[in-house]
């Protein structure tokens, strides 16, 4: 039997009564649209409809959308889901403000996604930072420890919440499990970033989801691996230590009063495929991810991040980290060579770039990828570099708050070069993005050592996002 998927039904059969429009969206079910996009999208645009009574409200949702969320629900094991169209850094923010009322303080890892500084902004929150262990062999960080959250609950009891990103972007799993034991028995909620996790809990295979190890929340980026459209993520809560009225109150704020239907649509398509065959896809993932991992295994000098290298924490194995270093190159010059061969990489970094698989990679077409990968591989082992040469790679520089992210916003500002900037509070957020790791944040100091982590960022010929100079030759500071 089918697996439902009420949305999907909803609007199918909206648009085979083959109403006239007499309402937004202004392109009339492709009538207006220009011919070469309406060519692309096909008969989806009819699909592409306003909010009305016949297919629910996403903001008072009572029946196709209510009973699609609560299918959601029942699959992860929440006692209620929100779809986020907005994307994760949505469900991320409501997340925040459903958990905490403002000038309370949460506990979150420093490479903590920006987005949650925009949700501290939102909700008027106080940030206490930990640090998470770093691995100086891969060159990345991983995740913070249960001793350290323990410590650092005990020393500061006014702290109301943990929030964790679990998995990271390179797939290494929080021991989220001891996590919520500690925050609990002190009466403190659990979040989680689960943005790269939407596939978690549907096989032993991989690291458990953060609900079945106790989390309260978590937010999903249902579109970056299961089969949803970009932009469509999910808000899992459970009421036994959160509101489920607030969390719909702030979902309601967060979210635009047109959302795109289509975009509603594949997250129940996605819901229903993993609910109706997640353990199978996973496994499907798993196997084509290790045919990744084999050829790259093949070759001397180049490591891949395995689950032997993250000091007893879980792996998500979908997620293939080479490191390149050993050949002399840094991630970034392999991920242009990868592109030129027609592959585009998730990430990379100053020592590694990042395959993200997932269980649609079954094609013949990534057979044929993976044959251009091993030419690319080809090409760099004939052209290793000294590997001497390879700039060292460090940890993030720690920092020191001094006034609240909130607080920096409203402030008047003025910019000034980078290299002149030391000493003064910082007035904007300087990632290096992927994978979007703050250096800096509003309200924290500027130094001489967090200057020159920068500048040896921009040399290596890593995007900057966040500062209006992207260039980071000047930076925006408080006046």
């Known amino acids: 039997m089918k697996t439902e998927m009420p949305l999907i039904a909803a609007m199918l059969k909206y648009k085979a009564e083959n109403i006239y429009p007499f309402h937004t969206p202004g392109h009339k079910g492709g009538r207006g649209m220009v011919q070469e996009l309406k060519a692309e999208l096909g008969s989806s645009v009819l699909m592409d409809v306003s909010l009305m009574s016949e297919l629910d409200d996403i903001h008072e949702p009572e029946s196709y959308i209510a009973q699609a969320q609560a299918l959601a629900s029942q699959t992860y094991g929440s006692d209620a889901c929100f779809w986020a169209v907005n994307g994760t850094s949505q469900a991320i923010h409501a997340m925040l403000m ?43 960080h991983f995740q913070v420890q249960p001793e350290a959250v323990a410590q650092a609950l005990d020393g500061d009891p006014a702290i109301k919440a943990v929030l964790l990103t679990s998995p990271n972007y390179y797939g290494v799993a929080a021991d989220v499990e001891r ?20 596939h978690l809990g549907f096989s032993e295979l ?19 691996i299961l089969g949803a459209m970009t932009q469509c993520s999910m808000l899992h809560v459970r009421k036994q230590r959160l509101s489920l009225q607030r969390a719909a109150d702030v979902m309601s704020i967060l979210t635009t009063t047109s959302p795109n239907y289509l975009m509603m649509a594949s997250l129940d398509a996605a819901r ?3 609910q109706e065959r997640g353990g199978e896809l996973v496994e499907q993932a798993v196997r084509a991810a290790q045919q990744l991992r084999d050829l790259c295994g093949k070759y001397a000098g180049l490591k ?28 970034i010059e392999a991920g242009e060579l990868f592109r030129q ?33 091993e030419k690319v591989l080809q090409y760099m082992e004939a052209h290793k570099k000294p590997v001497e040469a390879l700039r ?56 001489s050592e967090i200057i020159t982590y920068c500048q040896k960022m921009k040399g290596l010929g890593l995007p900057v996002s966040g500062p209006a100079d992207s260039s980071l030759q000047r930076i925006r500071v408080v006046r």
């Open 341 to 373: 061969a027609r592959i585009a990489v998730e990430l990379v970094d100053p020592q590694n770039v990042l395959f993200l698989v997932t269980y649609a990679d079954v094609q013949e077409d990534y057979l044929e990828a993976l044959a251009r990968i």
């Open 98 to 140: 459903t958990a905490l009322q403002p000038g309370e303080k949460v506990l979150l890892p420093r490479n903590a996604h920006r987005s949650v500084a925009g949700g501290l902004i939102l909700g008027g929150l106080e940030a206490v930072f930990l640090q998470p262990d770093y691995c100086p062999a891969f060159g990345i």
């Open 179 to 198: 996590i919520a034991a500690i925050c609990h028995a002190r009466g403190v909620v659990l979040l989680v970033d689960e943005a790269h996790g939407p």
């Open 392 to 447: 060292e790679v460090e940890p993030v520089p720690k920092s020191r708050v001094v006034r609240s992210l909130r607080e920096i916003f409203y402030c008047a500002k003025e910019d000034l070069p980078l290299a002149e900037a030391a000493g003064r509070i910082c007035g904007e957020q300087v990632s290096f993005y992927p994978p979007g790791i703050p250096v800096l944040l509003p309200g924290e100091v500027i130094t």
């Open 304 to 331: 891949l991040l395995t689950e032997a290298d993250c000091g007893g924490l879980r792996l998500d194995t979908t997620k293939v980290t080479l490191n390149v270093a050993g050949w002399g190159y840094t991630g």
């Open 206 to 224: 991989l690291p458990k989801s953060a609900l079945q190890c106790g989390a309260d929340a978590c937010a999903q980026s249902t579109h970056k």
């Open 272 to 274: 229903a495929q993993f």
